[in-house]
């Protein structure tokens, strides 16, 4: 084929292993498009996209747990797809969940923290590929209200959301989680494990989801906590932080699933 | 490099402009990732999702528009790029915007319809690429309760959303549209203009959206109508089909861009 404006193009060549490859040939074949020529638009779209962080992604919205839809088919390896930050549970409700750094962890009603496979599945998981605007350094101790009335200083608008991770040491953090909840009853019935860490080094993960969209996430500050060594952690309920570095996301984009199962489908969400 | 499995892997090259390559470069700089090494993700991301028409995407949640936010940065040209086919309107209210086959019109109160510029802005606005899953023949005249049940019943879950495209006869339409709002009053509080077709051929553009998440965009049924000279329009109130082709697309996924105006970030949306 003719390229008249060859010297203005430039060439890259791209290795793929053989199940891309086919993909790749498969929708090239949908399209009545050359596997070449799919890489163009894919690129564009990628480049396009103001990279990694910009989005909060939602498996589910949140109401359809709210009102007893706990299993959902969304695996732990599909919200590592858009993300390597987030919070979330597994199907039953069966613990809390944590993915930090790319890694899931599950934490049971013990507060022990064990890593999960990416084939578990979850009724509910929100995720960010974590890329914080600003960090703050807090070196001395805050009370619980202390610590919330900081968080809302530092969020400049209550109607964006906002990924935000906060490491270091916790004079002391009151936690809770859930067991498995095999009956399906709503989920203001389901009675959470208390449980509490002191002068505890570790990492709350979380985020600020505006309230004006309860219906999809936690509205307001939700925190999932792990330990320095990932070996325990639970759901934050108050938190005294002593020595902890806070960094801040602002995210203004939602991506949300909307779950096709038969459950999902004839709930009444409203 | 040694490519231990290179019997196994296929090579495709791509062809990019200057610009692209530009961008490219960028980006593998900004990841301190080789140009070559971001198109694989690329391609991942690319493949990995359903392929166009699989999202409704919003350019802001509509609850900032019922609070009065009547001016906002996107434009028509980032609307398009999220979709082919869609619903909205403009900055300060001023008319109804359709988006179909690619084209977007302002409807104005005196119902005529003309096209508008990738430039012009929009407070919100409501877009998918139209791919519909099944088509709907009907005949004869359904009264505007024959046909809001007529819908109700090819939806098969409330829970979803749905593009749904409604070309040919109408025997009467009635219609809205809005003028120009300057003093941004509480959109309760404006005084839509009323006009009726009768006996017109064209389209009704709309999307159902499940009331349970109504902060983000107008629950239940929501259309636009082209006249099929794509003439005149408005927003329907109600219609009277006499012999259509209903055509249906699922979609069970939401992107959501949260302005980032000043005006926005500081309403109360609650």
Redesign the interface.
């Known amino acids: 084929m003719a ?1 008249p ?2 010297e ?11 199940e ?2 086919k ?2 040939q498969t ?1 090239g074949a ?1 399209a009545a498009m050359t ?2 020529a ?11 996209r103001e ?1 990694p962080g910009d ?1 909060v992604y939602l498996s589910a ?1 949140a ?2 747990m709210m009102k007893g839809i706990y299993k959902e088919t969304a695996t732990i390896g599909e919200v590592k ?1 858009h993300g390597d930050f987030g919070l979330g549970t597994f199907n039953d409700l069966d613990g809390e969940m944590v993915l930090l750094d790319g890694v899931a962890y599950q934490i049971r009603t013990d507060g022990q923290a064990c890593v999960v496979g990416d084939e578990v599945q979850t009724p509910f998981a929100c995720a960010t590929f974590f890329n914080p605007a600003s960090v703050e350094k807090i070196d001395w101790e805050l009370d619980n209200q202390e610590f919330k009335a900081f968080l809302e200083r530092i969020i ?2 209550e ?3 906002y990924g935000i991770r906060i490491d270091g040491t916790f004079s002391e953090l009151k936690m809770w989680s859930v067991s498995k909840q095999p009956d399906h009853q709503p989920i203001t019935e389901v009675r959470p494990t208390m449980f509490t860490f002191c002068d505890v080094d570790g990492t709350l993960a979380g985020f600020y989801t ?4 309860k ?2 996430s936690m509205p307001g500050f939700h925190f999932h906590f792990l330990t320095g060594d990932r070996r325990h952690g639970g759901h934050l309920k108050e938190a005294t932080p002593r020595d902890v570095r806070i960094s801040l996301q602002f995210i ?9 199962t038969f459950d ?4 009444d ?2």
Do not use: C, W
């Open positions: 390229e404006h060859q203005e193009q430039q060439v890259y060549s791209i290795s793929l292993n053989k891309l490859a993909r790749l929708a949908r596997p070449e799919i890489l163009e638009p894919a690129l564009k779209q990628y480049l396009s990279g989005a919205p109401q359809a797809r400049p608008s109607n964006m959301f505006p309230k004006f969209i219906a999809l203004s984009r939602l991506e949300l699933d909307l779950p096709t999902f489908m004839t709930t969400l409203v």
